[in-house]
Nanobody
Framework: VQLQASGGGLVQAGGSLRLSCAAS????????MGWFRQAPGREREFVAA????????YYADSVKGRFTISRDNAKNTVYLQMNSLKPEDTAVYYC??????????????????WGQGTLVTVSS
C-alpha cells in the first residue's frame, strides 16, 4: 500500500488543522493506521492510531482531548483532526499502515508502510 499525507501548514497557537492520509490499494480497510510525528532533533513519536474498523482509537497523552483520528474506508483515507494546537505540536507528521496489530500501535516497528510526511508549524 502507498500512503500520501497532506494538510499540513502554518497555523497560530490555538488554531486547528486536519491532516489526511490517502492510501492506494483495495485492502485499506484491513490495515491498522497510525499517525506519528517527528520534530527537529527528536525521535519519531506516536500520536494516534485507529483499528481497521475504526471502533478503537488510541492517543498519546500529549494530544489526548485535542486530536481526533478517524478513517473512511470507502475513501481509503485516514484523518487527524488537530485542535487547540500548541507550538510544541510543530513537527513533520507521518501516517503509517500496519497489519495484524491489535492495539494500541504505539511503536514505529509495528508499521510496515509509511507516508512521506507533512509539515505542521504552530506559531506562538
Amino acid at each position: 500500500v502507498q500512503l500520501q499525507a497532506s494538510g499540513g501548514g502554518l497555523v497560530q497557537a490555538g488554531g486547528s488543522l486536519r491532516l489526511s492520509c490517502a492510501a492506494s490499494g483495495r485492502t485499506f480497510s484491513s490495515y491498522y493506521m497510525g499517525w506519528f510525528r517527528q520534530a527537529p532533533g527528536r525521535e519519531r513519536e506516536f500520536v494516534a492510531a485507529i483499528s481497521w474498523s475504526g471502533t478503537s482509537t488510541y492517543y498519546a497523552d500529549s494530544v489526548k482531548g485535542r486530536f481526533t483520528i478517524s478513517r473512511d474506508n470507502a475513501k481509503n483515507t485516514v484523518y487527524l483532526q488537530m485542535n487547540s494546537l500548541k507550538p510544541e505540536d510543530t513537527a513533520v507528521y507521518y501516517c503509517a499502515a500496519g497489519e495484524g496489530l491489535v492495539g494500541p500501535g504505539r511503536y514505529t516497528r509495528e508499521y510496515r508502510y509509511w507516508g512521506q510526511g507533512t509539515l505542521v508549524t504552530v506559531s506562538s
